[in-house]
């Protein structure tokens, strides 16, 4: 019971209206989808892109992204729209539970893997030469999709699961009862949100720090131009994650330790709040980090002129 308090004492009211909260999340949305399909089309049907494995992460990533905002985000909007008067029934709010928790934590996971597959690719790049080694590496992304959704599809759906009558108002959606289980929840934490950050971290600043020692080897292997677009794309992405995702997992690592979430005030409603730009930020750096993007709008503005 004081583990259902402590989260219901979570989900306090929002100091944002409901229409604000409905317009700010509907541009941002409509905007990163934008984004999303012409960073997916670039990048599935470019010719001029020779190399999509290098590519195959990210586009994964950007594929839970759309499906993210087109499925949850959707009804976020449409709670709004309400000014936070819906009800949902329970298989209702359990479907939007497990698409919310499932692609939040199978995004997170697939950016820390792709953190360390720029690693490799860059530096270590002739692990994949083989064939067998390449398709196993590549196969990485898939396995994080499918255990997310398993993994959430059995904790969220399992018949025993108990109902627990708390509405977020930040989402609409009621708490789901792994989150006052002692031991899923604190899986849930700790291999879905801290472990993938401080893999985000360790292999960002990795990745970063070797290749300014070894500029000059880049450089005369010709693999400079190359190297350079792949870790600008993966400190763009990094950046978002720390702004938006990384101080809510803080503040959730705090709660873990027995720190009242209430001690935090009202921080902790706009932390929640505004984690949802990770997703809505994530293509719209994805697309400012194409290749040949520059020289795409130029020739369009271009020809329009």
Same mark, same amino acid.
Not at 30 to 40: G, H
Not at 231 to 239: D, K, R, S, T
Not at 270 to 280: A, D, E, Q
């Given at each position: 019971?004081?583990?259902?308090?402590?989260?219901?004492?979570?989900?306090?009211?929002?100091?944002?209206?409901?229409?604000?909260?409905?317009?700010?999340?509907?541009?941002?949305?409509?905007?990163?989808?934008?984004?999303?399909?012409?960073?997916?089309?670039?990048?599935?049907?470019? %010719?001029? *892109?020779?190399?999509?494995?290098?590519? @195959?992460?990210? *586009?994964i990533l950007l594929l839970i992204d759309l499906i993210y905002e087109c499925v949850p985000m959707s009804f976020v909007l449409h709670y709004y729209r309400l000014d936070g008067n819906w009800q949902t029934t329970r298989p209702y709010t359990?479907?939007?539970? /497990? /698409?919310?928790?499932?692609?939040?934590?199978?995004?997170?996971?697939?950016?820390?893997?792709?953190?360390?597959?720029?690693?490799?690719?860059?530096?270590?790049?002739?692990?994949?030469?083989?064939? %067998?080694?390449?398709?196993?590496?590549?196969? /990485?992304?898939? *396995?994080?999709?499918?255990?997310?959704?398993?993994?959430?599809?059995?904790?969220?759906?399992?018949p025993f699961c108990e109902y627990i009558p708390y509405q977020s108002t930040i989402n609409g959606a009621f708490i789901p009862c792994f989150l006052v289980d002692p031991i899923l929840s604190k899986y849930? &934490?700790?291999?879905?949100?801290?472990?993938?950050?401080? &893999?985000?971290?360790?292999?960002?600043?990795? &990745?970063?720090? %070797?290749?300014?020692?070894?500029?000059?080897?880049?450089?005369?292997?010709?693999?400079?131009?190359?190297?350079?677009?792949?870790?600008?794309?993966?400190?763009?992405?990094?950046?978002?994650?720390?702004?938006?995702?990384?101080?809510?997992?803080?503040?959730?690592?705090?709660?873990?330790?027995?720190?009242?979430?209430?001690?935090?005030?009202?921080?902790?409603? @706009?932390?929640?709040?505004?984690?949802?730009?990770?997703?809505?930020?994530?293509?719209?750096?994805?697309?400012?980090?194409?290749?040949?993007?520059?020289?795409? &709008?130029?020739?369009? /503005?271009?020809?329009?002129?």
């Amino acid at each position: 019971m004081a583990n259902t308090m402590r989260l219901s004492s979570a989900y306090d009211e929002l100091a944002i209206s409901y229409p604000v909260r409905f317009w700010l999340f509907l541009v941002s949305s409509i905007f990163s989808i934008l984004c999303c399909l012409f960073v997916l089309y670039h990048l599935l049907f470019n %010719r001029n *892109i020779h190399d999509r494995s290098n590519h @195959y992460t990210i *586009i994964i990533l950007l594929l839970i992204d759309l499906i993210y905002e087109c499925v949850p985000m959707s009804f976020v909007l449409h709670y709004y729209r309400l000014d936070g008067n819906w009800q949902t029934t329970r298989p209702y709010t359990q479907i939007l539970q /497990f /698409f919310n928790f499932a692609l939040f934590a199978i995004e997170t996971i697939l950016f820390a893997w792709c953190c360390i597959e720029r690693y490799i690719l860059i530096f270590h790049s002739s692990w994949l030469r083989n064939n %067998r080694k390449r398709f196993v590496f590549q196969s /990485f992304s898939l *396995i994080i999709v499918l255990y997310g959704f398993i993994h959430y599809g059995l904790i969220i759906f399992y018949p025993f699961c108990e109902y627990i009558p708390y509405q977020s108002t930040i989402n609409g959606a009621f708490i789901p009862c792994f989150l006052v289980d002692p031991i899923l929840s604190k899986y849930d &934490l700790i291999l879905h949100q801290i472990i993938p950050l401080i &893999l985000i971290f360790i292999f960002t600043f990795a &990745l970063f720090i %070797r290749f300014l020692k070894q500029k000059r080897q880049l450089q005369t292997q010709n693999q400079w131009h190359k190297s350079k677009k792949l870790i600008i794309q993966v400190l763009a992405i990094f950046i978002v994650f720390c702004g938006f995702q990384f101080p809510w997992t803080i503040l959730q690592l705090c709660g873990l330790f027995g720190l009242p979430l209430d001690s935090f005030g009202n921080l902790k409603n @706009y932390l929640f709040f505004f984690g949802y730009y990770v997703c809505f930020l994530l293509p719209i750096v994805c697309c400012g980090t194409l290749p040949g993007l520059k020289m795409k &709008l130029r020739a369009f /503005f271009c020809c329009n002129n």
